[in-house]
């Protein structure tokens, strides 16, 4: 369908898709026939995404996840997998927010949204631009593995031995890449985050 095509991979509101069908006699009965054949996908109430079926396109976990709940970026072992600093497939798609904690099931996946304060939230995130198609928010690398730790409940990590065996061993993180990451950001999120005693472990593992 040639109207849903254009949309591509966005995720769209009802009201964007009703007012595509609005020479219809009903756009509501079109939209949940067009649900009901799985050319659209419901992602929670009120929000949809045309099926690849449709659009002939891959769809994005990262950019769903931004629209889903926001403001949020996408982070943890989600964006630790999108770098491949970890091996792992990953089965929850995980992004932090200012707001309040929240989590969607639908057909595309889990999605799972963690309460941080702002002044944290803001530090280490990027804008990810694939193929100039579409954008989404992600955490830079050492934003992810500081949102591992401040975000995972009851780990206790109290040396850099420690640090190591969970970042080699539960995490599999390559820590080859360690070298190549950004002290700063790690510093900004001692300045304003939570675990601050693991978090200053980790710079020195950077240093």
Do not use: W
Not at 119 to 131: A, F, H
């Amino acid at each position: 369908m040639e109207e849903l095509e254009q949309l591509g991979i966005i995720p769209v509101n009802y009201a964007v898709l009703r007012s595509l069908f609005s020479d219809y006699r009903s756009p509501r009965n079109k939209i949940a026939n067009l649900e009901q054949a799985e050319k659209i996908i419901r992602l929670k109430r009120g929000m949809y995404v045309v099926s690849p079926k449709v659009s002939r396109q891959l769809l994005s976990v990262e950019l769903i996840a931004n629209h889903i709940y926001g403001p949020s970026y996408v982070s943890m072992e989600s964006a630790l997998r999108h770098y491949g600093l970890i091996p792992e497939q990953v089965y929850m798609i995980r992004s932090m927010t200012p707001n309040r904690s929240k989590y969607f099931e639908n057909p595309i996946g889990k999605f799972e949204y963690i309460t941080v304060n702002e002044d944290y939230y803001s530090i280490g995130i990027k804008q990810q631009t694939v193929e100039n198609k579409y954008t989404f928010l992600i955490a830079t690398p050492e934003k992810a593995l500081c949102d591992m730790i401040t975000g995972t409940p009851q780990l206790r990590i109290q040396s850099e031995k420690a640090l190591v065996v969970y970042l080699e061993e539960n995490l599999r993180f390559d820590i080859s890449a360690l070298e190549n990451m950004n002290k700063s950001i790690v510093k900004e999120c001692i300045n304003t985050g939570e675990k601050k005693g693991v978090l200053e472990l980790l710079l020195k593992l950077l240093q």
